[in-house]
């Protein structure tokens, strides 16, 4: 299996969300590698970890998402593989849940999202965003 990490979405991708006329929630599955110490593009001098950054993302991205009646189902470090193997293993799993693909990209496109990303694009050595859909028969 081959895959490229990104910290931001391919232009064309994220604007399949924009045009999404679909009214179904959609999970957002984010697996997450953080820097070892934040990189500012500011050139700030406070040292903290990749993931500290990340979260102060985090923490205002959820204020945001329930407040447009989406919600965090999940939030875990990852271990260790049980099953297969992998080079690296993520460092993270976020499951994040929006009211529907078009509503993800109003919030992802916001300019009070867009302030938060410094935060983000710091901590960030990488990341994998999919987009998946809750089955009716899931189990």
């Known amino acids: 299996m081959k895959y490229e990490i990104a910290v931001y979405p391919e232009r064309e991708k994220l604007m399949e969300l924009a045009g999404s006329t679909d009214p179904a929630p959609i999970v957002m599955v984010n697996l997450l590698k953080f820097r070892d110490?934040?990189?500012?593009?500011?050139?700030?001098?406070?040292?903290?970890?990749?993931?500290?950054?990340?979260?102060?993302?985090?923490?205002?991205?959820?204020?945001i998402v329930e407040a447009a009646g989406g919600r965090f189902l999940i939030s875990a470090a990852l271990n260790s593989t049980v099953i297969g193997q992998v080079e690296e293993l993520w460092d993270m799993v976020a499951l994040v849940e929006y009211p529907s693909a078009a509503a993800f990209f109003a919030i992802a496109t916001s300019p009070e999202v867009l302030a938060l990303g410094k935060h983000r694009e710091a901590g960030l050595a990488g990341q994998l965003l999919i987009r998946s859909t809750l089955l009716e028969d899931h189990v």
Do not use: L, N, P
């Open 37 to 63: 110490v934040a990189e500012y593009k500011d050139g700030g001098t406070e040292r903290i970890s990749g993931r500290e950054a990340y979260m102060r993302y985090g923490v205002e991205m959820r204020r």
